[in-house]
C-alpha cells in the first residue's frame, strides 16, 4: 500500500485546491511535501481520527495538545504558511476555494463536515454535504482520508480541555469557573512563562529594551495616563498578580483595591505586597467587579480584564466602571480587539481559544467598546493601539515557555504546555497580520459642568 504521507498530501490539495504549504511526516515514516522548512508531524492515526470527528480548527488543536500532531522547526514558519487555513488573516492569504468544495457551497475547511456511513452527523447541513459527495475527486478523497484514518472509536478530548457549558454565560458563577480554568494552573508555570514581573498584558516596548524592562514601562506609562497623585483611589480591575497595583502604590503613592477571581492570584499578589512592605497601601480581594460597592475612586485600570466580560455583559460593566468613579475620575481600559465584521450576527467565537484558553472570552472592536464607555457616561479622550506591542510580548514569552519547556511541563503537563505554546505563537502572528489589535483607551467620567480635570496637552506622559 501506498506510504501515509504521499496520499495525506495529494488529499490535501485535492480538498484545498492548493499545493501543501508545509512537508508532512506521518507515523510510518514517510514524508512528503516542500523539503524546506518546518514540518508537520503525525504521531498517529489519531491525529486524522480527531479531524474527522471535529473537522476544522478544534480538530486540529485536539490533535496538537494530546500530542498526536507536532512541529519540527519553526512554529511561527509553520502556522504562518497555513495561516490561511486555521486562522484568517484577510482574503489575499486564504487560497482560492477548490472547486469540489465552491461547487458544495462550503467555502472553509473548516465548514467541511463529512457525513459519511457510521460516522456521526455533523452540522454542514445534508444539502451541502449531498453536493459535496457527488463531486467524484472530493468523494474519492474523503473515502481515502477515512481508510487512512480508521476512525473509530472516537478520541476523548485531551483532559485539557474546558468542559463543555451550558446555561446563560457570563453568571458570576461561570465566569468563576472560566477564570480558574485558564488563571489557576499554578503560579511558578506563569513565572517561567512571564517572568519576574509577572505581567499578563502586552509590554511597552522601546528599541533594546528588555521584556521586564518593557512590561515596567508599560505600568508606567498607565499609571501616568491616570495621572496618579499620592493618596489617591486606584481601582485595578482583574490585578492579576499584582503587578499594577504594586507599581502604583510604590511609584506614585496611591492606595489601591485589587480585585481577581482567582485564588492563585490573589495569594500571590498578597505575598508579594508583604515582600514588599506595601501591604498597608493594597487591598487584594477575590471579588467580582459587579461586587464593588465602595466607591468612589480617583481613577481605575483594567488591564487585560473586559475581554472576559462578554459583549452581552459590557454595557453593564461599563456602567458599573462609571458609577464607581468620583466626579473627574479617570479609567484606563487595556483591551484586545477585533476587526469588526461586516455581519456581526455571523461572528463567531474561536474555538480553539474558547475550548483550551479563555472559555467564554468574547473580543469585540474598538468602535464597540469605545461606543459602549461613551453610552455609560465616559468621555473618551484618548485611544492608544499597541498591536505591534504585543505582538514582540508573545514572542518573547513563546521563547522563555521553549527555553523552560521540561519545567513547565513538569509544572502543568505536556498538554497544557502545548496549549500554551501554541496559543501565543499563534497570538502573536494574529497582531502581526492585524487580525488582532489591542489598544489603550483612557476616558473621564466628567465633573460638574462638564470639567474633565485633564490638561490641555494630554499626551505629556510620552515627554
Known sequence: MTEAAPRLAALAETLLGAPLPVRIRAWDGSEAGPPAGPTMVLANRRALRRVLWRPGELGLARAWVAGDLTVEGDLFELLDRVAGLLWERGPAAVPETPPALRRSGLGKLGALRPQLPQLPERAAGAAGTAALLRDPAARAALRDLVALARPWPAPAPPPEEAPRRGGPTHTRARDRQAISHHYDVGNEFYEHVLGPSMVYSCAYWSPGSTLEEAQRDKLDLVCRKLGLRPGER??????????????????????????????????????????????????????????VKDGPYDAISSIGMAEHVGAERYREYARTLHALLAPGGRLLNHQIARPPEPDEEAHRIDEFIDAYVFPDGELSPLGTTVGELERAGFEVRDVEALREHYALTLRAWVARLEDRWEEAVRLTSPGRARVWRLYMAASALGFEHGRLGVNQVLAVKPAEAGRSGLPLRLRTWGA
Open 234 to 291: 486606584l481601582l485595578d480591575v482583574g490585578c492579576g498578580w499584582g503587578s499594577m497595583a504594586l507599581h502604583a502604590a510604590r511609584e506614585y503613592g496611591v492606595r489601591v483595591t485589587g480585585i481577581t477571581l482567582s485564588r492563585e492570584q490573589a495569594a500571590y499578589a498578597r505575598k508579594r505586597a508583604a515582600e514588599e512592605g506595601l501591604a498597608d497601601r493594597l487591598d487584594i480581594r477575590i471579588q467580582d467587579y459587579r461586587d
